[in-house]
Each structure stands twice: as C-alpha cells, then as structure tokens.
C-alpha cells in the first residue's frame, strides 16, 4: 500500500479534507480540531497545513488556523466570470442574430485567452472552438484586444515568451505587434485575418475597465471567404461597450 493511501488518500485529497474542516461555525480551527474534523493524524495536519500556509490558501493566528485570502481570490473569480457570461449571453445572442457566425467571450489567462463562452453559427465553418479552450493573445483577435489594453507586464510577458509563427500570416516580431496593438487603442477593435488558422478571420472589441485595462473580450469569427469584419466590427465595438458598462467598468462619459 502506498502512503498516500495509508495517509487517507493523495496529498492533494488530504489537502481538500483539511479545508473542508472549516465551515461557518468553525472558522478559526486548532491542530487538534482540524485533525479531528478531517479524521487525519496530527503530524500530517501539521505539515499540509504549513503547506497551504505557505501559498496562502490557511492563515496561521497563534495556535489556530483559519481559511485565506487566497481562497477568496479564487472564489471572487469564479463568481465574476460567472456574472460576466450572465451579462454577456444576450448581447452575444443579438450578435449571432445579426451576423449568424460564431461569437466568443474571453478572458484573460496568462498570456492566453481563455474562451469562457460561445454561440456557434449555424453555417458550416472550421472554427474548431469549446468553451475551455486557450488561445495565445498575439495571434488572435479576442487576445489582441485584450492585450491592447493590457498592462506593461503583460505585454512583455508576450514578447518575452516568443511570437510563434502558427501560419504565413501570424504577427511574429514584437515592432508589428506593438504596432497592432496601438491601432486597437484607436479603433477599439482588433482583428485576426488568418493569423491563427488560414481560412478563419475575425473581429473582436475589449471590455474596458475602470481604470482602463481590459480583462475580457467580444468576438464575431467565420470563414474568410464569407465573413465580412468592418461590416461586422461596429457592431461587436457597440455590444463590448454596452457590456463594458454594464459591468460597471466603462464611465458612461468615455469614447
């Protein structure tokens, strides 16, 4: 039998049982509590404990535990995406009624961007998307847009990490993606025509927030031989700053 099972299962199933000692009544835990609760030794409390200290996910008080910020972190995230998509889905849906192509949403992740929902359009395309997928930022036009409202770090972080050429058209030296990136500033939109997948072009807009970044992105996306971006792009930039306000990121003065 391994350890880990002579422990009460993997490490990383002891973990989740120590954290799931704490609860609305027991908020701040003792060593002796939290091995009790979670029905593990106190040595292995002791040293997962340390352990989750030390990313942030416990905060040691004295000789009792309680749960981290880390944690909220986490937690404020899922809820914000969750409302984002909420907000979202029906000016995504106004978007697919008007153009019938695919519409994404994306966040930022990394220096990816994470698609976090989708319609798909009801004409045959190869826009092999799901939600889940994550597509580098300087190769796509949902990336490009939140990176054109990025902060430095994240910019550099880019570059630092190499612009792959994925196709002849893919933007693969930082001096033209920087330039790229400064015409989005401009228009609020950014585009990707066949630099991620040949035959694939599309528009995207960001989501402005208050202070001016951008975390999350709109996007029309269809066949280059049918798909039409600057008739498509007022459209998309309308539905990014509604939804930019609707957040409450976008000031109602901004243009």
């Known amino acids: 039998m391994r350890s880990g099972e002579r422990n009460g299962g993997s490490v990383l199933e002891r973990a989740f049982r120590l954290l799931n000692a704490f609860g609305p009544q027991n908020s701040n835990l003792s060593l002796a509590e939290l091995s009790r609760r979670s029905e593990l030794p106190k040595t292995t409390v002791f040293r997962l404990a340390a352990q989750l200290v030390e990313v942030g ?133 950014a585009h990707d025509r066949e630099e991620y997948a040949i035959g694939i072009t599309c528009v995207a807009s960001p989501l402005i927030e208050k202070d001016g970044t951008a975390y999350a992105a709109l996007s029309v996306t269809g066949p280059t031989q049918r798909f039409d971006p600057e008739r498509v792009g007022p459209a998309v930039r309308t539905a990014a700053l509604t939804l930019s306000r609707m957040l409450d990121g976008l000031p109602w003065g901004h243009e």
């Open 57 to 189: 996910a416990l905060e040691r008080s004295g000789d009792t535990y309680r749960l981290g910020l880390w944690l909220f972190e986490i937690g404020s995230s899922v809820t914000r995406q969750r409302r984002l998509r909420e907000a979202a889905l029906p000016l995504m849906q106004d978007l697919y009624e008007a153009t019938h192509e695919t519409v994404h949403l994306g966040v930022l992740n990394g220096i990816d961007v994470l698609y976090i929902e989708k319609i798909a359009g009801r004409r045959v395309s190869s826009v092999a998307t799901r939600v889940g997928t994550k597509k580098p930022l300087y190769c796509t036009a949902l990336g490009k847009a939140i990176l054109s409202l990025s902060p430095p770090a994240v910019v550099n972080a880019v570059l630092e990490a190499g612009l792959a050429q994925r196709v002849p058209r893919t933007i693969s030296t930082p001096e033209a993606l920087l330039r790229e990136l400064k015409t989005v500033r401009k228009t609020g939109l």
